[in-house]
């Protein structure tokens, strides 16, 4: 199915041969709940809204862009697509967090977010131990050389490393441009979470689990944290080091002064301390001339 003859306003970030591959994914699936995470304008929400239609699936569709909400309920609108729940939130990570059951009835999940690589792991975490069965999860732009979104190259190449090489696939796409884009498909198994588990470790549970990648970070910045602390030490030793130094050199220069300083105040016993200290550095000079 092809929307090129529809009314689409606003920016879209897909072609229409990637909502196609969408639309065919929901239909080969027989998918019933589906979820968006990652609205933009609502191009791909259309082809996942028409492929609703004729599997008689539920849709949502989920995005921080409350800007772009007027153009999205214009093209759903437009093209008389009426029964698409829309939300938005600044948070989505935490939203899905809070509504849980949107995860758990779905079974095709398209993630089209902008995250960082930490936030797109925590949402990966969250979908695979809340989907309740089998479920199609597609993730795009997974062949970009675009540094910042990298991520979703990475998550899906954690994908091709964890789970049954029949279980994942890529789709090679381009964008309008004709530089590569791709959708890194996963048919996921509610099961699977506890194979994959079983091949990291035998002792660690779920909760305990983390990606390979967000361990290697961490690792790195507490390297890193070491470093720095061994750095800025090393930095205090020497300037302590050096101010004892500086006043050691500063008493012998001065000592006469200083004597007589203190005399003047009428500190006499300070004053004795003072000429002690200096017989005592100048014992240490004959010493070393020695």
């Not at 969408?22 to 979820?35: A, F, H, M, Q, S």
């Not at 990648?213 to 205090?236: L, N, Y």
């Not at 004892?244 to 004597?259: R, T």
Request: net charge negative; hydrophobic share 35%; with cysteine.
């Amino acid at each position: 199915m092809n929307l090129q003859g529809f009314n689409f306003k606003g920016s879209r970030l897909s072609t229409h041969t990637e909502g196609e591959i969408l639309y065919n994914l929901v239909k080969e699936n027989n998918c019933k709940n589906i979820v968006e995470i990652g609205t933009y304008a609502g191009f791909n929400t259309l082809y996942l809204a028409y492929a609703a239609r004729e599997t008689g699936a539920e849709i949502i569709t989920l995005d921080y862009y409350r800007d772009l909400l007027p153009s999205v309920y214009d093209n759903l609108k437009d093209n008389n697509i009426h029964d698409v729940t829309v939300k938005t939130s600044p948070n989505i990570i935490e939203y899905l967090d809070n509504h849980l059951d949107i995860l758990k009835n779905a079974d095709f999940i398209l993630i089209d977010e902008c995250l960082s690589i930490d936030k797109l792991y925590i949402l990966w975490n969250i979908i695979k131990k809340n989907v309740a069965g089998k479920c199609t999860i597609v993730i795009h732009d997974v062949q970009c050389a675009v540094t910042d979104e990298m991520q979703s190259k990475a998550l899906f190449e954690s994908w091709q490393r964890t789970y049954d090489e029949k279980s994942v696939k890529l789709i090679e796409t381009n964008d309008d441009g004709g530089f590569p884009n791709g959708f890194g498909v996963l048919n996921f198994v509610q099961t699977d979470v506890a194979v994959s588990i079983a091949e990291e470790t035998k002792t660690e549970t779920i909760e305990q689990i983390e990606p390979a990648e967000e361990k290697r970070t961490r690792k790195r910045r507490s390297k890193q944290e070491i470093e720095q602390d061994t750095a800025k030490e090393e930095i205090m030793t020497d300037t302590r080091e050096q101010a004892d130094k500086g006043l050691e050199a500063f008493v012998k220069d001065n000592s006469e002064s200083i004597i007589e300083v203190m005399k003047e105040l009428n500190n006499e016993d300070s004053s004795e301390v003072v000429e002690e200290a200096v017989a005592e550095e100048g014992q240490k000079t004959e010493k070393d001339d020695i």
